[in-house]
């Protein structure tokens, strides 16, 4: 049974300390990894896809890397609106769309 | 700027009710999906739709139907909500090809069941 574990559930930091979060993945021939962001009393916001392990996405202060096992979001100096909650998904089936299973997410909360 | 719209932002039902949840999209996407999300067990796939009338079940279909009649229209029906059906519930959009799991969302139906 593919498997996402994302860690820690929760990640306190203050403003400008830089931290990683993790995304584990167990599953039977990955097609993507997807990261999202969800803030509080909304849908999820697609942030990055990143398909083959070695593979770098980069967005303002954000960074995504995958390995064949897991994948991490870099947060570099956070602001307190980077806070929120990010989710990562993997792909795992033959037909794109249709086959997305989510980890449980990581709640960032960043202070100024 | 709204591009996937949920009717219904919060809903209290009482067991046994019929409950209608509706979204729309106005991007002409292909793709529809409903998503539940529940703490600490993140989003699970409901239904899906790849085009008007086509239905496909994801990983928790029992206690659920869908109706998309139009592109831009995607049902979820409760026939007789339960109260392990208290839920957020998120719509979301794509388009079909390499742009398919670059999902949209709405913003959710929060749905308690009494």
């Known amino acids: 049974e593919d498997q996402v574990t994302q860690s820690p559930e929760a990640l306190r930091l203050q403003e400008g300390e830089s931290s990683s979060l993790n995304c584990s993945y167990t599953?039977?021939?990955?097609?993507?990894l997807f990261w999202y962001r969800q803030d509080p009393g909304k849908g999820p916001e697609f942030l990055f896809t990143?398909?083959?392990a070695g593979e770098e996405k980069e967005k303002e202060r954000l960074k995504a890397t995958l390995t064949k096992k897991e994948s991490f979001l870099h947060i570099t100096a956070p602001k307190p609106e980077d806070s929120a909650t990010y989710l990562c998904a993997v792909q795992n089936g033959p037909n794109a769309g249709n086959m997305l299973t989510f980890g449980g997410g990581t709640r960032l909360m960043v202070k100024p | 700027d709204v591009k996937v719209t949920q009717s219904s932002r919060y809903l209290v039902k009482r067991t046994g009710e019929k409950v209608f949840l509706e979204c729309v999209q106005d991007m002409d996407h292909e793709n529809m999906f409903w998503y539940r999300q529940d703490p600490g067990l993140g989003l699970r796939l409901i239904y899906f739709?790849?085009?008007?009338?086509?239905?496909e079940k994801g990983d928790i279909p029992e206690g659920y139907s869908v109706s998309r009649e139009k592109k831009e229209r995607f049902s979820l029906i409760l026939e007789s909500a339960s109260t392990n059906q208290t839920s957020m519930y998120l719509c979301?959009?794509?388009?079909?090809?390499?742009?398919?799991?670059?999902?949209?969302f709405g913003a959710g139906s929060r749905l308690t069941v009494l």
């Open positions: 739709s790849y085009d008007v009338k086509m239905k």
């Open positions: 599953v039977s021939g990955l097609r993507g």
């Open positions: 979301a959009s794509s388009l079909v090809g390499s742009g398919a799991n670059v999902l949209t």
């Open positions: 990143l398909y083959s």
